[in-house]
């Protein structure tokens, strides 16, 4: 049901860049051609440096899997980098992407791509309630996740977030955001009892309006990610999540103070049940498997439960949402009870789950 013509068209992404001990997010403009290959683009830095997306390729497979490369330069610079699209799943609306790449230094990044679509837009379009996760950055190793519970309607914004790993909790408010005719959104949050000021830059919001991804700047001047869906269905139950799951976990810290990535495959039965499942670390060596745990979804879709790897390692899910069409959710998780992560869970399709996953681990198995 996929292919690589899927990709054609402008899309919005937003990367974090993990660099060992810290982390940070660019985002920018990315046009893709029919046959996969970049025609162009900008990014922009949390420094404010800025470059083109020169060139790069690729491909997505029939079950939706995304791999390829990104090439970048800064401007003034005349080195070029390359990005390896590790591993990536398209969502079945075929609107975004969840990922992993791997830069030229080794170090791995997270990876959101929104489609910029052609379908009429307006500020009501935001009306309703939201769940957002934001991955918060302020400097070296202060990385924290938060979760949203908001609603917008045309008099602004009102809810609550919670930060896992900084124990804290509070409101948020703020006037309605703007959306323009692409989609393009805007706006302002005011966040107490910490008195911190989000001014969102770079947002984007799918064809379906649905969820919609962005960067903000706070009053620190470091910049945010946050990604945001939309309360749909009301006839959520685990039975849903019954299936094989695409997983990508930001780990804020390992026992050593570094910041990697972590990406693989999770299934589930009927009952939430963790029956299967295999990870492969930023290093692109170290693996291992899911083994254990328990997933459960409220009636209103929201997500909790543990995963258990073969590490010895539990992750708790604290907080997490499906999307309307129950083939995507966004997680903010914890591995221990210092630290928080952000991830993401997208459904592999049912003819396509194996091998085409993660053929670093798979190479040479078969």
């Not at 008099?155 to 955001?177: C, R």
């Not at 990604?227 to 780990?251: E, M, N, R």
């Not at 291992?288 to 997933?295: I, Y």
Request: charged content about 15%; aromatic content about 12%.
């Amino acid at each position: 049901s996929f292919s690589t013509s899927d990709m054609a068209g402008e899309w919005s992404g937003y990367f974090l860049e993990s660099t060992g001990d810290s982390s940070y997010w660019i985002y920018g403009e990315i046009t893709v051609g029919q046959a996969g290959e970049l025609t162009g683009g900008r990014w922009t830095a949390v420094s404010g440096a800025e470059g083109d997306f020169v060139d790069g390729s690729l491909v997505l497979d029939k079950g939706g899997v995304l791999t390829g490369t990104i090439r970048t330069k800064a401007d003034g610079s005349l080195e070029i980098g390359t990005m390896t699209l590790t591993h990536a799943k398209m969502d079945k609306g075929k609107e975004l992407a969840h990922g992993v790449v791997r830069k030229d230094n080794g170090y791995m990044d997270l990876v959101t791509l929104v489609r910029k679509s052609s379908t009429s837009f307006a500020a009501s379009d935001l009306y309703g309630n939201w769940f957002g996760f934001l991955h918060s950055t302020d400097g070296w190793q202060t990385q924290d996740n938060w979760f949203m519970d908001l609603r917008m309607t045309d008099l602004g914004i009102i809810g609550t977030w919670q930060s896992v790993q900084a124990a804290a909790s509070g409101g948020l408010n703020g006037t309605p955001f703007d959306v323009d005719g692409t989609g393009a959104i805007s706006g302002i949050l005011q966040i107490s009892p910490v008195a911190d000021t989000l001014w969102t830059r770079s947002g984007q919001l799918t064809g379906s309006k649905s969820a919609f991804a962005l960067v903000d700047v706070k009053s620190s001047g470091f910049i945010d990610f946050g990604f945001y869906l939309k309360a749909g269905a009301t006839d959520y139950k685990t039975g849903d999540l019954q299936g094989t799951w695409a997983i990508y976990s930001f780990q804020v810290a390992s026992a050593e103070g570094l910041v990697y990535w972590v990406y693989g495959t999770i299934i589930l039965d009927t009952d939430g049940n963790c029956i299967g499942g295999e990870w492969e670390a930023v290093d692109g060596v170290t693996t291992g498997t899911f083994a254990g745990g328990t997933l459960s979804l409220t009636s209103d879709g929201k997500l909790s439960g543990t995963l258990k790897s073969s590490n010895n390692i539990v992750l708790t899910i604290q907080s997490g949402f499906m999307d309307s069409g129950k083939s995507m959710a966004a997680i903010v998780s914890s591995p221990n009870s210092t630290t928080s992560d952000l991830g993401y869970l997208l459904k592999m399709e049912p003819d396509f789950p194996w091998p085409m996953f993660m053929p670093a681990i798979y190479e040479g198995r078969q």
